[in-house]
């Protein structure tokens, strides 16, 4: 157990180090698109490219850092007026479907993908696409190793203690 914390710690300050700079980079883009486009009257030409890339990555890595951390928007008025072994039941599901999407979508999908366009490159950095788009199936294994943590956690909880605090 004491692995599986260590490992989803590891993963979380990952993320985050990986996010942080590209969120710099991406503040900095726009101030300077917006300074070359109001101020000098001769906008950036590859900052919109590149902002549009670092986005992508930025909402794939966050979104997997909130899977992670069970921060990510939910529905709970039917999972909170359940207790015991129906709330386990209704929290093994929804990380089982969790686990499922980020497969096919993410994963296979996300493969496939990158596949298909490597040989493609951005109109304007001529940067592969295959390589924007690896985020999709990189995201789609954390999340799914994310996801295989909480089912842990899940099975070593009694069934009539709170689970949610043992998510965070």
Known sequence: MNVLKALKKWMDRILLTVSYPLLVILIIGALWQVFTR?????????????MTFLLIWISLLGATYAFGTNQHLSLT???DRLTGRKKKWIYTFNHTLIMLFSFVVLLWGGISL???SLTQNSPIMSVPMGYVYLIFPLSG?????YQLMHLVDLK???????IEGSET
């Open 38 to 50: 109001y101020v000098l009257d001769n906008p950036s030409i590859f900052t919109e490219e590149l």
């Open 77 to 79: 008025f039917i999972k």
């Open 114 to 116: 990158v596949i298909s």
């Open 141 to 145: 294994v954390l999340i799914i190793l």
């Open 156 to 162: 070593d909880l009694d069934t009539e203690t709170d």
